[in-house]
């Protein structure tokens, strides 16, 4: 798939002589969005090649993986189960309207129940209420998702820094692993501890060019403030990019936060990975009462 690549034109980037691109992974597909369309691709392969009918996965309320999953599966002619965190409202917020509307079937379990998902008892109940199902983690990361998000990176992207925005670390692994020695890929963590991170990402790639930004800049997943708001919303003026407000808004502000700072060298180049998310933004606008970019 050709994925289109812009430069960002910024004075602060004239200023520190620093070029600065994004991939624009977000229009893989209108729904099956950034990251999530790579994850999910040989996933789809597989379960269909094992002869499954249904997908069965996690995630919160509202989860651009829940989303993406939920539309895949129907466009790959599967069934779907999206076990959701939570309990259920009466008016559904947009991604799990979503979600619904593509003929996923919603089952909501508290939090604590949701931390025993992975058991076997758990996931003997869900076989017995939903039949036999394949098996995507929380987030859509396993091994058959690195080797999909192992695809994002390609022999035209030479820039000096990769930067990508890091869930559970599916996504910069795989980019690590098609990154060359030359390059270096720096995370930009939106939920999970700093620790927690480096321990799963080692156990999916040998490579050692790689760090995560250790900064608090973005406040935590799903914390949103004014400040993160307004970037996102002056920058989709001035580049006619949206970024969405848990992940790729947070990176490009600790992007241009690094490169005020000084952290990049002159005249190196950098390549943002634009992870899509989007859909996300419908919701967020609704529950903070905000205005987001929703292309
Ligand atoms: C899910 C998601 C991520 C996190 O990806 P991981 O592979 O879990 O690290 C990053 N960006 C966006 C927009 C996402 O939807």
């Not at 996690?58 to 829940?66: Q, V």
């Not at 309207?97 to 076997?120: G, H, I």
């Not at 992870?275 to 529950?287: C, V």
Request: glycine content about 10%.
């Amino acid at each position: 798939m050709e994925i289109k690549t812009q430069e960002i034109s910024l004075p602060l980037l004239k200023e520190k002589e620093i070029k600065l691109f994004i991939k624009r992974t977000d229009q893989t597909h209108q729904h099956i969005s950034g990251n999530k369309w790579y994850k999910l691709k040989y996933n789809l392969i597989e379960a269909k090649k094992q002869g499954f009918k249904t997908l069965l996965t996690f995630g919160g309320a509202y989860s651009n993986h829940i989303a993406a999953t939920a539309c895949a599966a129907k466009e790959n002619g599967l069934k779907s189960v999206g076990v959701i965190r939570g309990e259920e409202y009466f008016l559904l917020n947009p991604t799990l309207q979503f979600a619904k509307d593509n003929r996923m079937l919603l089952r909501y379990v508290s939090r604590s129940d949701y931390r025993e998902k992975t058991t076997p008892d758990f996931l003997e109940q869900l076989k017995v209420k939903f039949g036999d199902f394949y098996l995507i983690p929380e987030g859509g990361t396993n091994e058959l998702a690195i080797q999909g998000t192992a695809e994002i990176l390609d022999a035209n992207d030479t820039q000096d820094y990769i930067c990508c925005p890091v869930g559970t670390g599916g996504t910069i692994a795989g980019s690590i692993n098609t990154s060359t020695d030359k390059q270096t890929v720096i995370g930009f963590p939106a939920i999970k501890g700093f620790y927690e991170l480096k321990k799963d990402i080692e156990s999916w790639t040998k490579k050692k060019n790689w760090k995560l930004v250790n900064d608090n800049f973005s406040g935590g997943y799903a914390k949103v403030n004014k400040e993160l708001i307004d970037f996102i919303n002056s920058f989709y003026k001035e580049q006619q990019i949206p970024l969405d407000a848990v992940y790729t808004g947070k990176m490009m502000l600790g992007i241009l936060d690094l490169i005020t700072k000084d952290y990049f060298p002159k005249g190196s180049s950098i390549l943002a990975i634009h992870t899509g998310g989007l859909q996300g933004n419908k919701g967020m606008s609704k529950r903070l009462g905000v205005i987001l970019p929703i292309s």
